[in-house]
């Protein structure tokens, strides 16, 4: 399995690599610091498996990002997961209406982070 997460904050990343550890199976953790290197180790990539993608970044944020993301062909049918501490209702709307799949609310468990992935994999 190979998941791409965008996220500008080192701890988050190491919470995210941590998670991966209990899940079954070989995972591969690609790991952009912003939506700019995002898009740019996109492009490169054929094939990830699901998106984790913070919504506040530097230069490109994650609903630029996952617009992008959602512009791929090769990408359409994976799930992208707004990973944000933003968890008004109406936000929550507004982030599924521009096409996330999923919200994943900081700070997580790593029962919620697995809950969450799950559910993503499943979609997929």
């Known amino acids: 399995m190979r998941i791409f997460l965008?996220?500008?904050n080192e701890d988050n990343y190491l919470i995210v690599k941590s998670n991966l550890k209990k899940v079954e199976g070989p995972v591969e953790l690609l790991w952009a610091?912003?939506?700019k290197i995002g898009i740019d180790m996109l492009k490169l990539e054929e094939s990830i498996d699901l998106f984790l993608v913070d919504i506040e970044m530097p230069k490109i944020g994650g609903l630029e990002l996952s617009s992008w993301i959602r512009k791929q062909e090769r990408f359409a049918d994976k799930a992208v997961v707004a990973v944000t501490a933003s968890v008004f209702e109406e936000m929550k709307n507004m982030y599924i209406s521009v096409g996330f799949n999923f919200i994943l609310e900081k700070p997580f468990s790593r029962k919620e982070f697995l809950d969450?992935?799950?559910k993503a994999m499943n979609l997929s």
């Open 6 to 8: 965008a996220e500008d």
């Open 33 to 35: 610091q912003d939506g």
């Open 116 to 118: 969450i992935l799950q």
